[in-house]
């Protein structure tokens, strides 16, 4: 293995990107100066990473295990995407949802070594000078968070760091971004966590959040920022408050290259396990009545590519917005309701304020999505009144983390006796009904943002139209082979993520070309062009 930075000794071993530990050659030893530091034993990267596995699978907690692969990431970078993208499906709930929620909460007292970039109201007028202090200089991926809404667990000022790194580990294993392009950043303005702001040990900026004008001048000034010192950059949003959320994405999404993951992310993702449902149910999209429990950013940004992708098969925009219902904590999204939100308006038609039972029963939608955050909401009887009315319902729990699941797996199979098509946010494990293993399916967005990011960041997209998340959509569907839809599955397995994005990147980055939106010339063979420049781990 070259070492091009002419370090030595120690210097090798303690830096994570070269660093092999126990897998250093014997000439590789001799020459870097390694003899005597390390155990006799030359290990392969095979070697290691079992021994990774086996130390992880002693911890007790997921937690452990967290700051176990954390500290590897640290150490070993390579031994760290190696060992994720092989073991993806047991190690995503570890290092993204479920258990990235609980780091989050705990993320002051766990922390241990310097992850991301930080921008409080104190680097206002700096923040182009500051992010000069970040140690690579060509950054292609941000992923930005204020931490206000993580997950479904509220605002977790600073603690909320955790998001943009785990989804960053995503970038590279599952789209094979190289880390050096990666830049997490918290734009930590507050809190209004009383608990945190009491508490010695919160790392964040000790006050009340920054709101209104003050907020949004800092945020541009970030933004500015970034255009001048990452020019290419694709800004991810993450975790914001819904109207802040929908108020960035508005006034930035045509501007720069940027996308928020909760809106456009789970849109394209939900989306693809829509169209994909179709080709089980028999029941073609364009004919499909969808009702939402939750009408907040993940649920309205779903709808908002729905009526894209029934535009796209010929409805109207109007015909569009009357296939899709929501049913907020209130009732029925309907005309006439004075608490609703502007994104609720396009889908408050004329109709009584129902609850869900009775918005089922009288809407018989033959796909239900939750995106509440209210655990337990698909309760038996919504399940058995799904089933009554169609062959094979589909069902979607996506929210986050498990105890806000609308569902569980095993409760939508049982209760539709096996008929379900059945997606969740969080990971379940797989389900037997009737002596038939049913292999659950996550609606991860980690399905989708990889390849879109990577799509973006080879054409250098000015920026980022719906139309690329409808794409991104279907690429996803079209990815599900007829064996995995056999097993039961909804999404292709994890274990393909990397096929599956870059399948997803093709078709982005083609649909990007064709709009016109591409700074980049546009490579001879985009899929050889994605193989070529994909991080690869191995030794
Ligand atoms: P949000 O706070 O913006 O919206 C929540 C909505 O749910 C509101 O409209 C609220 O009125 C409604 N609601 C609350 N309790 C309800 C109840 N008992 N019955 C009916 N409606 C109820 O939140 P959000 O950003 O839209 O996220 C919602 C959930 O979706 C979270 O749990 C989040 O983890 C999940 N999510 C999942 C994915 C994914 O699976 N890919 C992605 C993003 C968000």
């Given at each position: 293995m070259p070492i091009k930075s002419g370090k030595r000794g120690v210097e090798v071993l303690r830096d994570r990107t070269i660093?092999?530990?126990?897998?250093?050659?014997?000439?590789?030893?001799?020459?870097?100066?390694?003899?005597?530091?390390?155990?006799?034993?030359?290990?392969?990267?095979?070697?290691?990473m079992n021994r990774v596995m086996a130390n992880i699978r002693r911890k007790e907690s997921d937690i452990e295990k967290y700051i176990f692969l954390s500290a590897l990431q640290d150490r070993n970078e390579k031994l760290y995407y190696k060992t994720v993208m092989e073991n993806i499906k047991e190690l995503l709930p570890i290092i993204y949802t479920p258990t990235v929620g609980q780091v989050c909460k705990e993320f002051s007292q766990i922390y241990r070594n310097d992850k991301g970039f930080f921008i409080t109201p104190e680097d206002k007028g700096d923040i182009f000078d500051i992010l000069g202090n970040w140690p690579e200089e060509d950054v292609k991926v941000i992923v930005v968070t204020d931490?206000?809404?993580?997950?479904?667990?509220?605002?977790?000022?600073?603690?909320?760091?955790?998001?943009?790194?785990?989804?960053?580990?995503?970038?590279?294993?599952?789209?094979?971004?190289?880390?050096?392009?990666?830049?997490?950043?918290?734009?930590?303005v507050g809190t209004g966590n009383e608990e945190y702001l009491n508490d010695l040990l919160y790392l964040g900026y000790p006050h009340h959040r920054l709101k209104g004008e003050a907020y949004f001048d800092l945020l541009d000034e970030f933004i500015q920022a970034v255009q001048k010192r990452f020019p290419d950059a694709l800004i991810q949003f993450e975790d914001f408050l819904?109207?802040?959320?929908?108020?960035?994405?508005?006034?930035?999404?045509?501007?720069?290259?940027?996308?928020?993951?909760?809106?456009?992310?789970?849109?394209?993702?939900?989306?693809?396990?829509?169209?994909?449902?179709?080709?089980?149910?028999?029941?073609?999209?364009?004919?499909?009545?969808?009702?939402?429990?939750?009408?907040?950013?993940?649920?309205?940004?779903?709808a908002?590519?729905?009526?894209?992708?029934?535009?796209?098969?010929?409805?109207?925009?109007?015909?569009?917005?009357?296939?899709?219902?929501?049913?907020?904590?209130?009732?029925?999204?309907?005309?006439?309701?004075?608490?609703?939100?502007?994104?609720?308006?396009?889908?408050a038609h004329e109709y009584d304020q129902l609850p869900l039972i009775e918005a089922i029963k009288a809407l018989k939608p033959n796909i239900l999505i939750g995106a509440s955050g209210a655990g337990g909401t698909f309760t038996q009887e919504v399940i058995e009144t799904m089933s009554a009315i169609n062959e094979r319902p589909v069902i979607f729990a996506l929210s986050n983390p498990t105890s806000k699941s609308e569902c569980t797996a095993a409760q939508a199979y049982t209760f539709s006796k096996g008929k379900a098509i059945f997606a969740s946010g969080s990971p379940f494990d797989n389900f037997v009904y009737e002596g038939r293993e049913i292999i659950t399916s996550q609606g991860n967005n980690v399905y989708i943002f990889p390849g879109v990011g990577l799509a973006a960041i080879t054409a250098k997209a000015k920026y980022l139209p719906d139309e690329v998340f409808l794409v991104a959509a279907k690429a996803l569907a079209s990815c599900v082979t007829e064996d995995e839809l056999s097993e039961g599955r909804v999404y292709g397995k994890l274990l393909r993520l990397r096929e599956i994005s870059h399948r997803i990147a093709v078709a982005v980055a083609e649909k990007l070309y064709e709009m016109g939106l591409a700074k980049a010339p546009k490579p001879a063979d985009l899929d050889a062009f994605f193989k070529e420049m994909e991080y690869d781990p191995t030794y």
């Open positions: 660093s092999k530990s126990t897998a250093f050659t014997k000439e590789e030893r001799e020459s870097f100066g390694l003899r005597g530091l390390l155990p006799y034993a030359i290990g392969s990267q095979e070697t290691q931490g206000e809404r993580i997950l479904g667990l509220g605002d977790l000022g600073a603690n909320g760091m955790g998001i943009p790194i785990g989804k960053l580990s995503l970038y590279v294993a599952g789209g094979g971004i190289h880390p050096k392009h990666c830049m997490p950043i918290m734009f930590d819904t109207p802040n959320a929908y108020a960035i994405l508005k006034k930035y999404q045509h501007q720069i290259l940027c996308f928020n993951d909760d809106i456009q992310g789970t849109a394209a993702v939900a989306l693809g396990g829509v169209l994909t449902s179709a080709r089980v149910s028999g029941k073609a999209f364009k004919d499909s009545t969808i009702l939402f429990v939750g009408a907040g950013s993940a649920a309205t940004g779903i908002d590519l729905m009526v894209k992708a029934f535009m796209d098969e010929g409805l109207t925009s109007e015909e569009a917005h009357k296939r899709l219902w929501f049913v907020d904590i209130n009732g029925l999204v309907v005309k006439g309701r004075n608490d609703l939100m502007s994104h609720n308006i396009p889908y």
